[in-house]
């Protein structure tokens, strides 16, 4: 298949979920090529169609799911293709138990230091408040699949100023980790057992 043809296939594709989601068209396939979209599906086509990795159904969809409501030019960024390929590559059966021992891994060691420090009930926010664990975040210790999902994780991580955000883990990577495990079933069906409330899928 020719890129042009891609970028209508693309283009195809990309309206189809578009107009499930939100009930209207963007734009119309009739003449899409005259369209101010057209340039990002040739530009996608070209970019990233001749990858051994490309799916353009996979990578539409995932774009969809870690994006409120993405327009076209989304579909190009390179950051985008990167966070798709992690996300491919965290769904094989390998990696899913690396995710699932990770995130039980840094649970674990958060309900320790809860029981050290005489809380009632898993003090995750305060966990990641204490100045040594949140070195030791700056640093990458904490799975980022837990705090992808950890909603007092969030709440802490929300607070802080965009700088020391970007130190921890990006808007971007965070969302692609959440992704990742909320469309692992059992994983995630598991983890709404375990943490409840504190689970954001």
């Not at 296939?9 to 005259?34: D, H, M, P, T, W």
């Not at 495990?181 to 409330?197: A, R, T």
Request: glycine fraction near 2%.
């Amino acid at each position: 298949m020719g890129e042009r043809e891609e970028a209508i296939n693309i283009a195809k594709l990309y309206l189809n979920i578009f107009k499930g989601k939100f009930r209207y068209n963007l734009f119309s396939l009739k003449n899409v090529e005259q369209s101010r979209w057209w340039s990002s599906f040739m530009k996608t086509a070209s970019f990233f169609s001749n990858k051994k990795e490309w799916d353009a159904y996979e990578y539409i969809s995932f774009i969809f799911e870690t994006y409120d409501k993405p327009l076209p030019f989304i579909l190009l960024y390179q950051k985008n293709w990167i966070a798709f390929l992690e996300h491919k590559e965290s769904r094989t059966k390998n990696n899913d138990l690396y995710i699932a021992k990770s995130i039980l891994e840094t649970l674990k060691e958060i309900k320790n230091w809860t029981e050290k420090n005489n809380y009632d009930n898993i003090a995750i926010y305060e966990f990641f408040c204490d100045s040594r664990n949140y070195l030791f975040l700056k640093r990458g210790k904490y799975s980022p699949y837990f705090l992808s999902i950890s909603r007092s994780f969030l709440k802490k991580y929300f607070e802080l100023p965009t700088e020391e955000r970007q130190e921890i883990i990006s808007e971007q990577d965070l969302m692609v980790k959440r992704i990742t495990v909320k469309n692992n079933k059992k994983i995630s069906n598991k983890l709404k057992q375990i943490m409840g409330d504190e689970y954001v899928g």
